[in-house]
């Protein structure tokens, strides 16, 4: 990580879970780090936990991931503050449990727009500054199981989670999509797509909580591997399970 020393990282979903966990591990490997949320204040109860020494390289910023008014605002004020990103962790996500076919109509739409509209907005302003600055970049993309397969819910109950498994296989192809764009526009930054299994954090549906689990910090990890890696390697996708997992 010693390359990424003082270079900027954009996390998004930073309030709680894994970008929470990203935020720190960053801000503890000298890296300066914006989080991006909705609660502003969840953030700054993050910051105050962290050593006084490492509290001034983690800047928080209120940012709707589904808004794209609210995403330039930020990547706005991110570019006359620091001149721009180095590092860009979309990890903002959200779920609500329902039926497709009976769900509010709003929530599959606000998951489509946080989930995978949300990500491409972020993902185009931080190549644009990234590309305009000549820097060797790195963008990862939080996936998850249900963007590899339709996990059937543990137990009796029914299938909850209508467009989450849509926008993850959307996050799969953009994968592929960005690394090929990246290489026809000849830039040296990289893509990743980090693929948990099932993990603790407020996102998981009721039910979900009987199976093996990983913590945010085991994603975390796999996310400071792939961007530790040499300038010439590139880490495509990263799938994390843990063990006995059912799927």
């Known amino acids: 990580m010693d390359r990424w020393q003082d270079r900027v990282a954009v996390v998004t979903g930073a309030s709680s879970g894994i970008g929470a966990a990203v935020a720190r591990k960053l801000v503890e490997s ?48 991110i570019e006359e503050q620091f001149g721009g990103c180095d590092i860009l962790v979309n990890n903002a996500g959200c779920l609500f449990p329902g039926q497709l076919l009976t769900l509010d109509v709003e929530h599959l739409q606000q998951t489509l727009n946080v989930n995978l509209m949300g990500t491409v907005h972020c993902t185009r302003r931080a190549f644009r500054s990234m590309q305009q600055r000549e820097v060797a970049g790195h963008v990862v993309l939080l996936n998850s199981l249900t963007g590899e397969t339709i996990i059937n819910p543990p137990g009796d109950e029914l299938q909850v989670l209508n467009m989450y498994p849509l926008t993850k296989h959307g996050i799969k192809a953009l994968l592929e999509v960005l690394r090929q764009e990246m290489r026809g526009f000849k830039t040296k930054i990289k893509v990743t797509s980090i693929t948990p299994g099932v993990t603790d954090t407020e ?42 997992e059912p799927f």
């Not at 909580?209 to 590139?234: F, K, N």
């Open 203 to 244: 996102i998981l549906p009721g039910g979900y909580g009987v199976l093996p689990m990983l913590s945010p910090d085991d994603i975390a990890d796999g996310i400071l591997y792939a961007l530790g890696t040499p300038p010439h390697v590139q880490v495509h996708q990263l799938t994390i399970k843990p063990l006995g």
């Open 30 to 77: 000298g890296v300066v780090v914006v989080g991006l949320a909705r609660r502003v204040d969840r953030m700054e109860a993050i910051k105050e936990q962290l050593p006084l020494e490492q509290q001034a390289r983690f800047h928080t910023i209120h940012c709707d991931v589904g808004d794209l008014d609210s995403i330039t605002a930020a990547f706005d004020w």
